[in-house]
């Protein structure tokens, strides 16, 4: 049966306006259609492919995960060697740099486009009359691997270029740039295989490297990573603009994603500029990278400048400070949290990492030592990567001295001297003291005193350390009966700052529910929970009596959570402490707009869907939301009171973040509408 015209250009045109909008989305940053709108057009389209599966073709943004799985990648010969860049590690090559290039051109000074260095691996995509054919890793720079249906599922790679009115791409269009995944992915991706006892990645260059070479593209799809240009390679067929930055721009036009990052500077001193500035902001960066690039913005400088071995003299990478570095372990320290976790810390040999001096580093527990054998006296790796804290990555096994011995946490606490336990399940050993062991003790009352809790101004570690100490605290409500003869006795302390810690200690006797639960320190209640147990039931003396399963019909209050609130509060000694700080005046008010708990936990909520669900459309979703007497309202307001965040939520769920509000899963809402 002939396929009449007008579904041809029907298909031609959905296609071509999912592509406009993918561009918006992902190129530009500025969706230009609601959520809803986008996935109702991708549906049209994926139903009238099922209906006419011979009018698919290749570019269809339906096909980015379509390809069978290959048994093995085929090489490609590069048209053009893909090049590396030299490298600079500190002020003075970049200015040797400029001059070297100022000299060969005669000039006095030189534009350059700086830009972030990611931290991915090299890819070169190959586009013929508008689509993408072919896809290839750098391999040696000469010879890659072909690894085009697995590019095809990186969304932020157009699958067909944008067609321009008054300016058309070349024939044939070889772009260079980085695949690389985003920080946020990374973490999911190591949760996911931490979660599923899978050994986790090193760093999100391995992760993308690794995301890349999989032989089921559907794999890599799993992997969320992304790209940016930076280049062309081999061009048939077309003019491209005279500068480097114009390119950029017209790849961008074209449906390419750039930086943007990317800067034009002058001379070294904008370069220099250009490069502490984003150093400054290294961590707040959404992806990892190792140093900028400079690049002559002039093609044609570039051309008379050529290349030298495999690098162009036009370019160079100046790298920031290594987030690694070798050191030797002096010793190994068992810390004792506030609920009793035992953890294994190294000291180490002082060592700058990334710029800061790093001479300790928590090891987790057992399991991570036992894994990695991290012995006293080896030398070691460490790295400190975004604001995670310093960590040993490996032993190098090579320099480890003779008469070295596997380190074994203690049978018993190294402070109270209880016994030592290990839940089954569970990595962490914890000392079995209590209250009774002072490290804990210490801890619980750093933590009620710190400054999301009850905000105790000048209550720092030492203090507490020599009140508990000296026998004059036991407890957290104990602080409120000090004197202020007895502050003022203490070691260091004068009346002056007797008279500014009760000071401290009366103003914090105003607080609210929240912060007086999370000051409690009840096991996983943290400050977010803390909030939310405060909205949702509205004051302790019903919290104290609520049971397991009332309180895990809370959305986000899980089983593990809601055990620890009922334990906390079975224990006669964790009520009498909290009825002797009320006693000593600690109070709040209590939120009396709290819904009653055994009601349907939806009714009179107002909720906002976003981003794409798997199980059911976001229509159906709102359909049986409101069946059970919820709201679905289409934008974020201080009213909302939950976000269900799909896939790919977007600015719906930053507001809600930046509104506080709560924002639940899929999960989540499958269990709602159970
Ligand atoms: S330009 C002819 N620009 O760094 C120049 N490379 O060390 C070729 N890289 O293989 C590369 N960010 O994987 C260029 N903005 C950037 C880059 C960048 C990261 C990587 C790329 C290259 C390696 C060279």
Redesign the pocket.
Known sequence: MAISKSIQQHLIQLRTTIQEHNYYYYVLDNPQLPDSEYDRLLRELQNLEAQYPELITPDSPTQRVGAPPSSAFSEVIHSLP????N?AFDDNEVYEFDQRLRDRLAVNTIEYVA????????VSLRYEQGILVKAAT?GDGARGEEVTPNVKTIKTIPLKLRQLEDNSFPLVLEV?G?VFMPKASFEQLNQQHLANGEKTLANPRNAAAGGLRQLDARNTAKRKLTF?S??VGLIEGGELPKQYSELLYQLQQWGLPI?VYLQIVQGAAGCLTYYQNLLAHREALPFEIDGV?Y?VNDLAAQHTLGFISR??RW?L?HKFPAQEALTQVLGIEVQVGRTGALTPVARLSPVSVGGVTVTNATLHNQDEITRKDIRVGDTVVVCRAGDVIPEVKRVVLAQRPPDTTAFQLPTHCPICGAEVTRAQDEAIARCTGGLICSAQRKQAIQHFASRRAMNLDGFGEKLIEQVVDNGLVKNVADLYQLTREQWASLEHKGEKSAAKLMQALAKSKTTTLANFLYALGIREVGETTARLLAQQVGSLERLAQTNEEQLQQIPGIGPVVAHHLVNFFQQPENLAIIQQLQQHGVHWADNSSAPPLSTQPLAGKTLVLTGTLSSMTRDEAKTRLQALGAKVSGSVSSKTNYVVAGVEAGSKLDKALKLGIQVVDETTLIEWLA
Do not use: T
Request: charged share 25%.
């Open positions: 893909m090049l590396s860049l490298n830009e972030p260095k990611l931290d991915g691996l090299a750098r260079r980085e940016v930076y280049g930086s690039v690049k690098a162009p370019a990478a």
